[in-house]
Nanobody, 124 residues
Framework: QVQLVESGGGLVQAGDSLRLSCAAS????????MGWFRQAPGKEREFVGA????????YYADSVKGRFTISRDNAKNTVYLQMNSLKPEDTAVYYC?????????????????WGQGTQVIVSS
């Protein structure tokens, strides 16, 4: 069982940066692939990016590539989502998720554990 708690969301202006954190419980955090998803009002939950547990390889959606960076600190059981050059279309509730897959999945249904989400609002 893994429990995830996101933090760091807020209201920012276009062009600003935010760093989201996702703290995980459990002693096996280092063996979980961690993903970030987001869901805007009226839209489906979409893949933002993920980081593998084995080599720390990262994967990103095209919409955030070059602007967002995922990292993890296994000693702190925490994964981060650094978001730069934010745009109004990045406004959403951001969720972190955990899965034991070796290669990070891009589909939400493939993840076993989810946090409660943190709201990000980017004003124009």
């Amino acid at each position: 069982q893994v429990q995830l708690v996101e933090s760091g969301g807020g209201l920012v202006q276009a062009g600003d940066s935010l760093r989201l954190s996702c703290a995980a419980s459990g002693r096996t955090f280092s063996s979980y692939t961690m993903g970030w998803f987001r869901q805007a009002p009226g839209k489906e939950r979409e893949f933002v990016g993920a980081i593998s547990w084995r080599r720390g390889s990262t994967y990103y959606a095209d919409s955030v590539k070059g602007r967002f960076t995922i990292s993890r600190d296994n000693a702190k059981n925490t994964v981060y989502l650094q978001m730069n050059s934010l745009k109004p279309e990045d406004t959403a509730v951001y969720y972190c998720a955990a899965d034991r897959a070796l290669i990070p999945p891009r589909m939400a249904f493939e993840y076993d554990y989810w946090g409660q989400g943190t709201q990000v609002i980017v004003s124009s």
